[in-house]
């Protein structure tokens, strides 16, 4: 089976590192390939960013359909065009946050997301509303760390993302923690050993969650609200995003 | 005061239609611009297409903001863009369903949504919930008409629409209707006339809204969900695309 | 366009102040009368309040639907009436929560309502509830001001409503503000500079709002829920009220 | 214990047949007064005549506080007036609407409403809404009947509302049947045989719950949303409200 | 009127308790029975325990049904086995949490429970759900005391229950107080004189609940979701189940 | 990785299916054992029958806690005792319902549930509401098929579900299809080809989900709802269920 995990921003170190950590929760027969798109921003910390993001991914489904790729990871927490996405591919597509909100459901009754910028909170709550999830999220907590200060060695994130997790336990009553950004991808098993509870990586997830749905042959649904768009013209630098 | 409408496909006679309604309505200080993006789908329906729609939207908010525009509408009824679009703009910025979907809460205690492919409804569907609106919608239904055949001369697209208009008025008991397409702006008092009920056009209440807005000094909140992206690096051809 | 606000208290001084913000933002073409009923409370500040203060702001609508009214204001923050007056008017009506608590949800992406008395805040969470707004309403606070404090001259209420609504932001981390009383219209300007953010006063939007709607021919659906009420006898000191 | 049954509309006729079912299921230490009020409409079938009735309501509550009166019914399916009611009375005040809705949810896992005339369904839906009683109500149907129908004798509206309640059964999948209007009181049990399901009737379920609750020694909170007014002026023909 | 009161758990001094408070409430005419099972947890403060009632409940049901049994109250806050037992039960079957949480939305217009163990929070939380309650309520405290530790003689759980009231009327803002086990049956009133605002206690108001429903001649509806089980086998040391 | 399978009825030929199923999609390390019982109903089919359901699955439980079991799957669609079971297990429990459910969010935007008996409809709408997926569920359909049914050779039970599978895409509108009963696990596969539309099996996905969840080492959060429960006496026939 070979799965294709979509780092969403064009930082290569976080596609490594998300590489990585697919690769280690792999099943023996999945192949991964971790990439990050042609074009889009270095990091998503915005509506702004995530939307021209969207360009990137798509290119990037859009070949995978053509390398015979089975299943997606969209790797960015705000599962940026998600939709768009499942519109031109057969198999699953799964967005981390997707999967680890998911995930956490069955792990504990509730949990918090702990991720990086205040103002990205609201793209999880809305997620959490889109998935069902809302009913189980009991915070959504910043660290007030930019995305790519994770990647910078010496940083002080790891410390303060843990720290934050442990306070999510014990102020916000949640039974297990989400990692809110697919650069914490790492720290998962690190923070749940500091923590003594559940860790969710939606990277992690998500992998997992795409092989189960690939070995029970269940893809995107070609009915109705994800078929595939119809063909139509694009205009200036977009062209070649017209299908056929 | 300078509103900008963006028509986010890149066919002109909608843009040029939009246009037409937006000014008949706009009031004497106001000076309306049309405009369809550089680059993007010749029509809007799907979740791809409306992904793909969003850098032209973007870069029309851009220019806006270096030629003193004070507020904006998104002349698309899945209001693509809107929130990028709002943490680059310091006046409004409105979405025409949106618009509509607020305005026809107050004409009416419920209203139906009527639209063109049966695979955009759930797009209307995400928006009513995500404005609120969920509670006044009985229906959103499908004309299963593609958007372009509302530009062909001949079409019979506005016996159709009108009919699905009367249906809803009875059929789910609705008390107004909401046009669900940019490119239906110019039937609304035909059909009006027609049905004997209230039809609600989202351009024209975008555009009075926006003017409101304007008029008592209401932009964008700049705390929080909609402040200004950070500067950071954008790669390949979205290069262009970075802030400062 | 002839626009009647209607303050529903009988505190002229009020009135007074309501009838010159609107007036302030009226377009050139916009005819403002501001009245208080012939009936009714010195000011708001209960259901029981609320309650009797209908009779009178009914009176005032029938009265404007025979003065040739085009849209109506009622300008109590808990829109006391609304329903009702909608049933014996064709065109707008519109109460101030109500297009607050809209324009609020276009211009951030949550609000706190700041307002008089505690008792009080369960109303403006039903309206929130009623118009689809609880999803951007972060708090209700209350200043433990009784209305009338705001008409009092050298009172302290300026400065208490100014902390609450920074406090507001901080706390609550509301991206904007809305006022949660009449009254307070005159201090919308005044407190938006003094916290950095947005602050919206209902008087201000309804007039705006019953502009738009006027002037793209929305008033108030006659089919079903505000339909005209049915002709029949009304008892005692009552007996005015029945219709024909 | 002293209950007084407010009919909150002036017709004679039905405040004397809800005084008999009233008086049928009480306790027997139990003194049942029933009463129309001294002004307002014949019947209650819009919100105009809905918030016209309040007045009338309110008369009696502040009336039964001086007579000792342990707990009132407003004996209307809409309820009008519930909250300003019980600002002003010490003991519990118990719509029928809230009593009926509220016994039915124990009797079957899911209700329909079958009351009058279709304008006053989302006045029902409201009411549903507001006591948390939406997610077992099926449907609320209409019999395109005006409420004083129902006085007339000879009236065909016993076989009409039978035949409503029959098939709410059936095309609902409701379990059992909640009566929409006050003066169906008397049908409850004849149409409970005539279908063969549980039946139930506002009337009757308030007088006991209000029995309950003074026995129990449960009034009204006085704490936040229904303490007592403030004291403070009222004008006009209303003047006699004012409390000290 | 034959009622029988089952405490769900084996402890035959709260059993005792339980019996009591109901006697006290109930009406003249009214036997009231309060019973344990022969088998399960001496107390229940888990999902567990609360499974683990649910036999020896519907044992107490099917021999209720033998006695000739009018109504039944299951009096644990969890209301284990509410729907099982309705299915087997011709007469209205009411859980204490559901009889407490209708009842206080009617005394207030929001309510705190106090219980017994953080641990069962979620519990309450879910029932409040399931009743359409959640509005209503505020929050769910604990106070970390273990059930039994309401029956020791000496035991401090009445002041500390009493304080944690307290709180939630000023911390939660709630207008009333749900007491959240039926071990606290007995220290309603007295709790209710000390902090100066209604209690409510579950065991009481079921009772009258099911006093009420059976005088109006309301049971259990046989139609759909609590109809009366299909005949089967039972295996193993649940054979005496199987119905017939 | 050791998965149980518990069948909650003591149908053999019914667990010896679900046992096939679940090999035929196990990853190679995985051993499964299918089991039912040693008590309990032959089906379930009722509220009655399920809480009668509990007491087998948590033995089967605890006994897989002895037996070094590292996660389990709840096989009836009604997800019986699950989090009792999860109190008592430290790897994941997971129900079929849960799982299909889950997975059908991701495979289409909205899905109906086809299951046995019209009585069951509301346990399959509750389960939809506690995981989040209420919104997703366009409708639960019942097929008047008696569970045991789909065991009985020369059934048509077969024909009648693709049957409804195939009216459930047409009429709900629903983009792939959840199957409500364990006992259809073995005709997913067919109706899926007979419909061309995803159908989904909760037997399959709870495996693939158990073992995701293993792999990647989470578990049972053991902070708050799911903590093991405290120990304590138990009486009469279920005594053995004593924890310590």
């Not at 798109?37 to 990137?56: C, F, Q, T």
């Not at 997301?113 to 069902?132: F, S």
């Not at 039974?175 to 939606?202: H, K, N, S, Y």
Request: net charge negative; hydrophobic share 45%; glycine share 8%.
């Amino acid at each position: 089976m070979k799965l294709k995990i979509i780092n969403p921003n064009t930082t290569q170190s976080m596609t490594d590192k998300i590489g990585q950590c697919a690769a280690a929760v792999a099943a023996p027969g999945t192949r991964i390939s971790a990439v990050s798109p042609r074009m889009g921003p270095a990091s998503i910390e915005s509506h702004y960013d995530e939307a021209l993001s969207v360009p990137g991914i798509l290119d990037e489904i859009l070949a995978g359909e053509q390398e015979g790729v089975d299943g997606y990871v969209i790797a960015c927490f705000g599962d940026p065009g998600l939709y768009a996405a499942r519109e031109v591919a057969r198999g699953p597509v799964i967005g981390i946050a997707e999967a680890a909100m998911h995930m956490a459901s069955v792990v504990g009754s509730s949990f918090s997301v702990v991720t990086t910028l205040a103002r990205t909170c609201n793209i999880a709550w809305h997620l959490a509303e889109r998935y069902g999830m809302k009913r189980f999220c009991n915070n959504v907590r910043a660290c007030d760390l930019p995305v790519l200060e994770l990647e910078r060695p010496g940083s002080d994130a790891r410390r303060i993302i843990t720290e934050a997790c442990r306070r999510a336990l014990v102020e916000d009553r949640s039974e297990c923690i989400v990692l809110g950004c697919a650069g914490m991808t790492d720290l998962c098993d690190e923070i749940a050993d500091a923590i003594g509870a559940p860790v969710i990586d939606g990277v992690s997830c998500a992998v997992k969650l795409a092989e189960a749905m690939v070995s029970v042959r269940l893809g995107t649904s070609k009915r109705g609200d994800w078929a595939r768009p119809l063909p139509k013209a694009y205009a200036g630098m977009l062209a070649p995003y017209a299908l056929n």
